[in-house]
């Protein structure tokens, strides 16, 4: 519950254990689903820092990493609603709630972390006033963990034909299953927890995401070569209650909005820097990096085909096709 943070020893001491909690008149807590190795963690911690920093400790964080306060898409409809104040989660798990927030992840809007950091920043404020009114929430700052990359146990994937009659994951939302399909192959939607068991026991013959997600979930005991396609990048906003932001003082809310865009641009860095580690790491561990498709074109064009089939489910033609240009012109002006 957002609450001016209570006066005394007994309530300060089951809420912080830090001096500085003495002087806090609001506390925010902050949700995410990673460990607290992932750069997801790492930029809430810093988010934690510059709000204590910008507000001299008027507003407190506290993080809850790993689901501990609920599943992601749990967790949003308490941010909804303002029973919990702030998360970070991954933009596909926000789209149910804000379907505006799906134009972030049509296929291949982008293919360097350069061009979705210029395209996300352009977009914040935009897709703000949409989300306010869709899901009673806004962004403080867009996190990312880098490209979307296809790993596989049985072959190489080297071109479209070599996709041809595998098994591959997907996560459970319309825009990765029907890219794949368009990709030549029936996609098989699958929820987290059930990947690793299922690349074990050959249930699957791949999945798509991060590198670094490689390294977290130990897919390289199970997984032999990854192609780094460029159709989807992780990213992960860092939203508030609009009910608890609209409650707070202009001040406050502006150290918000500050702390959430440099804490999204730190976290970009470091998720660069491991994804740049994880690479090497996965080789390091027996994987055979295949580099990008030697037709990536034509996956490209298969999947940018396909973006009018998606307008209806993020929002609609207009938004979808205003957010195309604006992430267009700041992928031309800084990208």
Do not use: C
């Amino acid at each position: 519950m957002f609450k001016k943070a209570m006066i005394g020893a007994v309530a300060a001491a089951a809420i912080f254990s830090t001096t500085a909690a003495w002087a806090a008149e609001y506390t925010l807590r902050l949700s995410h689903g990673d460990n607290e190795a992932n750069p997801t963690h790492k930029g809430a911690v810093k988010f934690q820092e510059l709000v204590n920093e910008y507000t001299n400790g008027r507003v407190q964080v506290q993080i809850y990493p790993a689901n501990q306060l609920g599943s992601e898409e749990e967790v949003a409809q308490s941010v909804r609603m303002g029973s919990i104040e702030t998360e970070i989660l991954y933009t596909g798990n926000l789209v149910p709630l804000a379907p505006s927030a799906g134009v972030m992840m049509l296929p291949y809007a982008f293919t360097t972390s350069q061009q979705a950091w210029a395209a996300m920043d352009a977009l914040q404020e935009p897709l703000n006033e949409r989300l306010v009114k869709e899901a009673g929430v806004r962004v403080l700052g867009y996190f990312e963990k880098g490209f979307r990359v296809l790993t596989t146990s049985r072959k190489p994937v080297e071109t479209l034909e070599d996709l041809k009659g595998l098994k591959i994951r997907v996560s459970p939302n319309k825009i990765a299953i029907d890219t794949f399909k368009a990709w030549g192959i029936d996609p098989i939607p699958m929820a987290w927890s059930e990947v690793f068991p299922a690349l074990q026991q050959r249930v699957i013959d791949g999945q798509e995401n991060p590198y670094t997600t490689s390294i977290s979930s130990k897919f390289y005991e199970v997984q032999n070569y990854i192609t780094e396609i460029h159709y989807m990048i992780w990213s992960g906003p860092l939203i508030i209650s609009e009910r608890v932001y609209q409650r707070l003082p202009a001040d406050i809310q502006e150290a918000l909005n500050r702390a959430g865009r440099e804490a999204a641009d730190y976290q970009r860095q470091v998720a660069y820097e491991e994804t740049e580690a994880a690479k090497k790491e996965l080789v390091e561990r027996g994987m055979t990096l295949v580099g990008p498709p030697k037709d990536e074109e034509k996956w490209q064009e298969a999947a940018r085909a396909l973006w009018p089939s998606f307008y209806d489910s993020i929002g609609g033609r207009e938004w979808a096709e205003q957010a195309q240009k604006i992430m267009e012109e700041a992928i031309q002006s800084g990208g």
